[in-house]
């Protein structure tokens, strides 16, 4: 079936390196994704949101690229910091609700 | 603004029984969606809220249920409750029906079943 996945579910970057986190999608009808973010014991916080009619987005210290032709979505983070560290969705609509993906967990080494 | 709330935060039911989580949307937001979200998966989308009608429903048995109060809060209801319901229960509001509108979510119910 159709669904949203992550190419890596740990990612490990040294503070004030870039970070990218990838994401397939295969409902080629999907028109609307979003980043989130979720720290432990807390819900998924809104990162950066991106139509289809966009190729890219960008937000504070944030960038989401959106490839349509290979179905692909990654985020950037500039400068990682310590507080980055969480687990990262991407979702995609579909329909009224938005179908997550597993999650990738970004480390922040000191 | 006040964001999301959802109480309680963690639950303890035993098999077979019912269970009410309740929720408070954003302020300005007239949707509610409800996701299930196991130990080290993403969110599972369960049913929306809009208007008070139920406006979307994912792959969930018709023990969930749920409701929208005219102030846009919301309950999910679970009856005969399973083992396999132990999750976080995470709600989220959004505007005009949610569709290409951000969710925003509360920080969960926390619902074991032993």
């Known amino acids: 079936g159709e669904s949203v996945g992550l190419h890596l579910p740990t990612l490990s970057v040294q503070e004030g390196d870039n970070s990218i986190i990838n994401c397939a999608y295969s409902n080629s009808a999907s028109d609307y994704f979003i980043w989130y973010k979720q720290e432990s014991g807390k819900g998924p916080q809104f990162i950066i949101d991106i139509r289809s009619n966009m190729d890219k987005r960008q937000g504070q210290r944030v960038t989401v690229l959106l490839n349509k032709t290979v179905k692909h979505l990654s985020l950037q983070i500039a400068a990682t910091q310590p507080g980055d560290s969480a687990v990262y969705f991407c979702a995609e609509n579909r329909g009224h609700d938005m179908r997550f993906g597993a999650g990738t967990r970004l480390t922040v080494k000191p | 603004e006040t964001g999301v709330t959802q109480s309680p935060t963690h639950l303890i039911k035993t098999r077979g029984q019912q269970v009410t989580l309740r929720c408070s949307s954003q302020?300005?937001?007239?949707?509610v969606s409800w996701y299930q979200q196991a130990l080290g998966q993403g969110p599972q989308f369960i049913f929306q809220?809009?208007?008070?009608?139920?406006?979307g429903r994912g792959n969930f048995p018709p023990r969930f249920s749920g409701l929208q109060f005219p102030n846009y809060s919301s309950e999910l209801n679970v009856n005969a409750l399973e083992l396999d319901d132990s999750a976080l229960y995470l709600c989220?509001?959004?505007?005009?029906?949610?569709?290409?509108?951000?969710?925003?979510f509360g920080n969960g119910t926390r619902l074991t079943v032993t």
């Open positions: 989220a509001s959004s505007l005009e029906g949610g569709v290409r509108s951000p969710l925003h």
């Open positions: 809220y809009y208007r008070e009608e139920e406006n």
């Open positions: 302020s300005g937001h007239n949707t």
